[in-house]
């Protein structure tokens, strides 16, 4: 039982220190000095996080990211730059909590405590970089109070009973891992998005487009797909937002063939080969969205399903009302757009 119980401790502190390190050993380490907590002989190396300079150094460290936690995209590139630290001050942590253990018992721990603080670490990112897609700092705000609350409640959770905080890390860590492509999978285009709005020029219409042309292996794609031998009258390069019979963030193309302007098809690479989603879109209702990371064309289906989404980087804004105005059928301006 004690084994366990120095386990939870190690493997709760390393998931708190994934979401903030230096909040973690500051509270650990102020509450050993101000005796707010008794530790036990087998925790006695944790008493290092007592030392002056650790809590001062800490404390410090955790004033600059208090602040920086809070500003849209600057907590992101904080972020960035702590998915080394925190992982490996998290293992420093479990081991220092394991004491004097087995080297196979110690170098396990430290793994575990570092793969887990690397999950809560992404949860972290990923839950940033979703609420920077809105200009406003409310939200990051929210969610950085949030997180610090969390791991004081977590801290305390594990001085009162670290099984408990044990089982509630690996509860944590198995949901992070399921939705771990998805996260990955988002992370990876809300980087691609702001990228693409910082270093490209906007389009001015379709015929403007780089690659407005499916690649060879979409279209092989397409064909296998749809048995048609029309020719494709536009295609538009964006990400999948979500709907029926498609996952979000998937990087592709919405695409129009000659004569079918009662259907739109959306072609994507995937991991397993490709994806083809074709929309039966005669009296749909569309909007086009501008946003402040990507534009966002909506597609309300007259049947009642769930309506798709799709997003277009920033500087494909013209287009994306252009390729909307295309499906309604009529023509729509810049002037015209729903601004979002």
């Not at 925190?86 to 430290?110: C, D, S, Y």
């Not at 409310?138 to 997180?147: C, P, V, Y």
């Not at 809300?190 to 219409?205: Q, V």
């Not at 799709?310 to 015209?336: C, D, N």
Request: aromatic fraction near 8%; proline fraction near 5%; hydrophobic fraction near 50%.
């Amino acid at each position: 039982m004690q084994e366990l119980s120095l386990l939870g401790v190690a493997l709760g502190l390393a998931s708190l220190a994934g979401i903030n390190l230096y909040l973690t050993v500051f509270v650990t380490g102020l509450a050993i000095r101000m005796d707010w907590v008794t530790l036990s002989p087998a925790l006695h190396d944790l008493s290092v996080l007592s030392d002056p300079i650790i809590i001062g150094v800490a404390g410090f460290l955790y004033l600059i990211e208090f602040f920086a936690d809070k500003i849209p995209w600057i907590d992101t590139a904080w972020d960035s730059v702590h998915t080394f630290i925190r992982p490996v001050g998290a293992a420093a942590l479990a081991v220092a909590a394991l004491g004097n253990t087995h080297p196979v018992f110690e170098i396990v721990a430290a793994l575990l405590a570092g793969g887990m603080a690397l999950t809560a670490h992404v949860a972290k990112a990923g839950t940033r970089l979703a609420a920077n897609t809105s200009p406003e700092p409310f939200s990051n705000i929210g969610l950085s109070l949030a997180e610090d609350g969390v791991v004081c409640a977590g801290l305390g959770l594990i001085a009162w009973n670290p099984i408990v905080a044990l089982v509630l890390a690996v509860v944590f860590t198995g949901v992070v891992v399921t939705i771990l492509p998805k996260l990955l999978r988002g992370i990876r285009a809300k980087l691609w998005l702001a990228w693409r709005k910082l270093n490209c020029p906007p389009e001015d219409d379709l015929e403007t487009v780089p690659g407005q042309r499916l690649s060879r292996h979409g279209e092989l794609q397409l064909r296998r797909s749809h048995a048609s031998t029309a020719a494709i009258e536009w295609a538009v390069p964006c990400l999948s937002g979500g709907g029926p019979r498609i996952g979000a963030n998937l990087p592709g193309s919405l695409v129009c063939l000659q004569g079918e302007t009662d259907r739109l098809f959306f072609v994507a690479k995937s991991l397993f080969g490709g994806v083809v989603l074709e929309m039966d879109i005669a009296g749909a209702e569309v909007s086009h969205k501008a946003g402040f990371l990507y534009d966002k064309i909506e597609i309300i289906h007259r049947d009642g399903s769930p309506k798709h989404q799709f997003l277009f980087e920033r500087g494909l804004t013209k287009v994306a009302a252009e390729v909307a105005g295309r499906i309604q059928g009529v023509a729509v301006t810049p002037a015209q757009r729903v601004e979002g």
